[in-house]
């Protein structure tokens, strides 16, 4: 046994490598394939950001400019007033993402970690909320701003995001509960209350849960399209998304510009793009701790 144990790993026989490095080489090249298939859009976006009026519409297409007219990223954002949008996006996103997580992590914790009476209840009920379509909900809740007179605010587009998601408090509770117990005990024993196990010990522990609930709130808020159609009228209260639809009706009505629309459209994708990359890894952690579930 103990020869067993110290010897090298033997290289395996020709005949059983081949098979592995064919099978090995189609994976590769199949995932070559589909990403190439995901990055040709993307590419074409930014040949289209980088070439001049005359050049986009010629046939045969050309996919490389001719020149590179890089001024396309100053003229376009300009056309589409996208700083001033761009704020106006920030605002939202930053308070609705706050809200989301916070009072999910909240609700989650108190399900997981709190004995109360009806506890089971709430956490089947935010369950079955899952499985509700937003849609329906969408006319209810917009009568209820309008009877509130928030109508063309910011207020329905935030607001909602701190009575929780369902979805997150779902995750959040999973999460909570693969969490030992002991910790709580010893804090406890220590004098501390729920409030300081929360901020002191949950909070650090749970970084790729609320990270991951960070990023899919942001790319649910940044890219909604929907709500701030529904809610805002003046253009001047306009997110990014509405400002760039926008943008393309006046495209198709008068003389095309879609230079200065792609480029105002790759610095639209930039940020949730720039925030995915950073966090990526405390995002497959978030998902990957879902497979952990304590009854």
């Known amino acids: 046994m103990s020869v067993i144990a110290t010897t090298p790993h033997r290289r395996l026989p020709l005949n059983r490598r081949v098979p592995m490095i064919i099978s090995r080489i189609a994976w590769y ?21 980088l070439k001049p009026d005359s050049d986009i519409l010629q046939l ?50 108190a399900i997981a970690r709190i004995n ?30 309008f009877s509130l007179h928030l109508v063309d605010t910011w207020f329905p587009l935030f607001v909602p995001a701190f009575l929780g998601n369902p979805v997150f408090i779902f995750l959040a509770r999973q999460y909570f509960m693969s969490v030992p117990r002991s910790i709580d005990e010893s ?37 909604d399209f ?5 809610y805002l009228n003046s253009t001047q209260k306009y997110t990014l998304s509405l400002g760039m639809a926008s943008f393309m009706g ?18 639209y994708m930039l940020p949730p793009l720039l925030l995915f990359f950073f966090a990526q890894r405390y995002f497959m952690m978030g998902l990957g701790s879902l497979a952990i579930t304590n009854k």
């Open 250 to 267: 006046n495209l198709n009505q008068g003389s095309p510009e879609y230079n200065y629309y792609m480029a105002s459209n790759l610095l």
């Open 187 to 223: 804090a406890m024993i220590d004098g501390a209350g729920h409030w300081k196990i929360f901020t002191r010990l949950m909070i650090p522990l749970t970084k790729p849960l609320w990270i991951t609930m960070t990023i899919m709130s942001f790319q649910a808020v940044w890219n």
């Open 60 to 109: 045969p297409p050309q996919f490389l400019p001719r020149t590179f007219q890089w001024s396309n990223f100053v003229n376009g954002p300009k056309e589409v007033n996208f700083y001033h949008l761009l704020g106006n996006t920030i605002v939202i996103t930053v308070l609705s993402v706050f809200g989301a997580v916070t009072s999910s992590m909240l609700a989650g914790y």
């Open 29 to 49: 090249l199949l995932c070559g394939l589909l990403g190439f298939t995901i990055l040709v859009p993307v590419l074409w976006m930014i040949s289209i950001a």
């Open 116 to 145: 109360f009476r009806g506890r089971s209840f709430w956490f089947y009920l935010f369950t079955f909320s899952i499985f509700v379509p937003g849609i329906v909900t969408l006319i209810p809740i917009q009568r209820l701003f």
């Open 226 to 230: 929907l709500n701030p159609l529904v």
